[in-house]
């Protein structure tokens, strides 16, 4: 028996060390082909610091907005059950599927210079083509599934007899959304939180639809390769992977502690 279970254990283990090394080789591959002095001068280029940044910034503030929405959604559709709820949850989860530059056109059709929204948002100074406020609603739209989904299993996991309980104490719905169903389902939203500004990082698609210029980092390093081929643009590649890696270890460091 225990041998049967010593074998069944190595062969998950072969399984998932390949996995593991389908993802870690390529990423070691571009780092250790990037010299620190080369990194180091790539790095003091403005194009490619402000690049970052922004690409960082961007995707914050994307998942930002979708906290301030989100939120109550995930909630409601934890729950709430309400004729076309299959729906709503389907329509949030589209953008996933959706391939990324097709998503970009959609969104131009509406926030474009000549759409209606476009038009209405640039009257008060907000324009979303070559803008950062499009590389934001880019990212907005392709990730926001993320969170969305990770509070709702977050929500639904809460008991609601905890919650019903809070009511019959005296407090009111927001006091016991506040005090009881979020402290209970943080980490769901956390990891929602995580996933969501991940992939917002990476979003190329319907960025370079919607703002080409500024340019995040993956459509700089795709202007330096399509231009200039390979040699330049990993320098690039090397140093964002190298912070998104320490970002997450960080990320995964302080979740730890704080689960602890």
Known sequence: MMRSRRRFLIFFAAAGALLVAFIAWPLLRTLLASPPAVLWRTWQEGEVRAAILLTFGASAAATGLALLFGIPLAYVLARADFPGKTLVEAVVDIPVVV?????GIALLMVFGRQAFLGKAFALAGIR?????????IAMLFVSLAFLVNAARDGFRAVDVRLEAVARTLGASPWETFWQVTFPLAWRSVLSGVIMMWARGLSEFGAVVILAYHPMVAPVLIFERFESYGLAYARPVASLVILISLGVFLILRWVGRDAKR
């Open 99 to 103: 391939p990324h530059s097709a998503a």
């Open 128 to 136: 979303f083509v070559s803008a950062v406020p499009g590389i934001v």
